[in-house]
């Protein structure tokens, strides 16, 4: 049980750190917000109150440090530096090794963590011995109030008795109260029944605390943040000063927990002479037991495994729909066929739900990526800003997974070999300081992301140049500009001379074109000198199951995803023209075309009855000539096996209502394949 705790714990403080980041980010560009210090301030108060209570107890000391070097800058006790931010990004990652390994067992580890301690604790002791309060006035002998803004509660802890089989310890609880600030506690246990009737593991005490801190409610409330549920908290705020020093409180809890009464807010008032209005209170009291009734649950965590198996579900239903569809078609019966119909309704509301909850924001490895630039432009001396325009933009799991080496490769290089040193941009009329912009958006269904530098750019002429010293371009041949900047995903292309502009750390731009078609994805490069340079990437939102059209070509049948195609034209309303170019006129516009059957190598020749398909490719349009469209098909996409997983020209494969394979064709990379042809020498 205690395991499947520490997994959530686990879980959830990866979620925090993220938060935690991110806000770290923030902080670093607008060093005075006492929102973003106090949103850090609370995620590494989660961290170290969750580490004690699972049993993270390394995690929990080494982030009780960090605490402390955020409570004296939310307190004004210390200036938040650039040596500060780098030192808890530092932090952040010996958390992360922490979660991933538990509790430090080598003393190599453990004196590393020990050496890191003693840097944090440098930073925060160079105040601490400055800080001091001012007392305003006192009475007999005691400190009654500060001006330092500080706020003293009565607090009451009431845990169920079976708190401590849950892995949780009630006195971590009264140690993050002592941490927030100056307490004294007051601890009954009228509950303890008779030694034949005591339970070692059950809980009979509860507690009362009279803080002085200056957090919020807010702020208190989040220690008991895992304990909600387990226990009874009661938090009033009193309209006092600072009385915990007082002797008379001090006589007071002493006098509660002799006679195991509890202390009444009016009680700790008179000492302090208030003249509190107890409506107030009250009033607040009550709003906030019914905030605690009307909190609903609008979100719940779930493991990806989970959601991989409904998906595989999902898919298997919608393969035997089709089978289904096709029994009704032959068997002919009203009946059955209105049923086969409902369940084709139902089964495509399951498949898009599916998908729905299958989806997973960008946002989520963006932080990955905004460290690796802030990182690397430190060690490179260089300046560099890194914009994020649509992190919310949701992409299927599998795909950001299979989606997150390319981008590290890409933004690595424009931060390495795409943006200048500071001297170099100013001597060429530039800001010192360069930009990287990671901007994702719709784009009808697929999903574009674009990395854009403003750095040196790269020279078409050069890249035409080399390609044709390496055999890959034949020098007659005549390029657009794109064409020349695709010459760059060839294999074998990259060279040490271009790679300070393209490649680097000796991976070509092919091996990341390679992984995004593995996706289903297309890239392009556009570039200009001394301007910058973007790398496009244009991803479908999901692999697993899409709308496609079925079509025949000889015994063949095969399936073209429904998003990329944009008409088909029956072959009577096509003028063929110079078929030696593959061009046609459809109206007063001429297209390029591919007949599908040289690509598959097929026999059969032209029947007549052949027709054209117009589908997107980039910014322009290409027909594919088939022997017949069959229909629309709801296509469960499998992948292929080993034998097959390099054909160019197929992505995957389904199977149909009869039991036979239809092979899913890759739109774009049967154009690409087929354009590259002309490029390449002829040997």
């Not at 999901?542 to 088909?568: H, M, R």
Request: charged fraction near 30%.
């Amino acid at each position: 049980m205690i395991d499947k705790f520490r997994e959530k714990f686990v879980e959830e403080s990866l979620d925090n750190i993220n938060d935690l980041e991110e806000a770290l980010f923030l902080l670093e560009k607008d060093m005075h917000n006492r929102e973003i210090i106090e949103r850090i301030f609370r995620a590494m108060h989660s961290l170290k109150g969750g580490g004690a209570m699972f049993g993270f107890n390394h995690l929990s000391e080494f982030t009780h440090h960090l605490e402390t070097v955020f409570d004296l800058v939310r307190n004004d006790k210390l200036a938040v530096t650039n040596d500060i931010i780098s030192l808890t990004f530092e932090a952040i990652d010996q958390i992360k090794h922490l979660l991933q390994i538990g509790d430090l067992t080598e003393k190599a580890d453990i004196a590393n963590q020990a050496a890191f301690i003693k840097r944090i604790q440098a930073v925060s002791n160079q105040e601490e011995s400055s800080a001091s309060t001012t007392v305003v006035g006192e009475s007999s002998g005691s400190q009654v109030a500060v001006s330092d803004g500080s706020k003293t509660f009565l607090i009451g802890i009431k845990p169920n008795e079976d708190i401590l089989r849950n892995g949780t310890n009630p006195f971590y609880l009264l140690d993050d109260l002592h941490a927030m600030g100056e307490a004294k506690v007051a601890a009954f246990a009228k509950g303890i029944p008779d030694l034949g009737q005591f339970q070692p593991i059950s809980n009979f005490c509860y507690w009362q605390v009279v803080l002085n801190t200056s957090e919020s409610v807010n702020d208190i409330k989040d220690v008991f943040i895992f304990v909600e549920d387990e226990c009874e908290i009661d938090i009033k705020e009193l309209k006092v000063g600072n009385i915990i020093k007082s002797e008379a409180l001090d006589e007071l809890v002493n006098n509660s927990v002799a006679d195991q009464t509890l202390i009444t807010k009016e009680q700790i008032e008179a000492i302090g002479g208030s003249d509190d209005n107890d409506q107030d209170d009250e009033k607040r009291d009550a709003k906030r037991k019914v905030q605690l009734k009307e909190h609903k649950i609008s979100s719940i965590r779930v493991n990806s495994n989970k959601i991989d198996d409904l998906v595989n579900l999902v898919s298997e239903l919608v393969t035997i729909q089709a089978q289904l569809n096709l029994y009704a078609e032959k068997d002919g019966n009203g009946d059955i066929v209105s049923l086969a119909e409902n369940i084709q309704k139902l089964s495509r509301q399951l498949r898009d739900n599916a998908f729905e909850i299958s989806l997973i924001p960008l946002q989520s490895e963006l932080m990955r990526f905004q460290r690796l630039v802030r990182d690397l432009s430190k060690e490179l001396n260089k300046e560099i800003e890194f914009v994020i325009e649509g992190g919310d933009i949701e992409l299927d799991k599998n795909i950001i997974e299979h989606l997150t080496d390319p981008l590290l490769h890409i933004i690595r290089n424009s931060v390495d070999h795409g943006i200048e040193l500071p001297e170099e941009r100013i001597k060429n009329g530039k800001s010192p300081k360069g930009t990287i912009i990671f901007k994702a958006f719709y784009s009808g269904a697929s999903v574009i992301v674009q990395v854009i530098d403003d750095g040196k750019g790269i020279d078409p002429d050069f890249i035409r140049a080399k390609a044709i010293s390496k055999g890959l371009l034949d020098e007659n041949v005549e390029l657009s500009r794109k064409e020349i900047f695709d010459l760059v995903f060839l294999s074998g292309f990259s060279t040490k001379e271009v790679v300070s502009d393209v490649s680097g750390r000796g991976v070509g731009m092919d091996v990341v074109k390679k992984k995004i078609g593995e996706i289903r994805g297309e890239v392009s490069l556009d570039s200009k000198v001394g301007q910058g340079t973007t790398l496009t990437l244009e991803l479908p939102m999901t692999l697993s199951i899409i709308d496609g059209l079925l079509v025949k070509v000889a015994n063949n049948q095969y399936v073209i995803p429904i998003a990329n195609i944009e008409k088909i034209h029956a072959i009577d309303d096509v003028n063929f023209g110079n078929t030696l170019n593959n061009v046609v006129s459809i109206g007063d516009q001429q297209f390029p075309y591919i007949d599908v059957r040289d690509v598959f190598e097929c026999d059969t020749a032209n029947s007549g009855g052949e027709q054209l398909i117009l589908v997107k490719f980039e910014d322009r349009k290409v027909g594919l000539l088939v022997d017949q469209v069959i229909g629309e098909y709801q296509t469960v996409v499998k992948p292929l096996g080993r034998f097959l997983k390099k054909q160019e020209n197929i992505s995957g494969a389904t199977i149909m209502g009869d039991g036979s394979i239809a092979l899913v064709i890759d739109t774009n990379r049967m154009i690409h394949s087929n354009a590259a042809k002309k490029y390449r020498t002829k040997k």
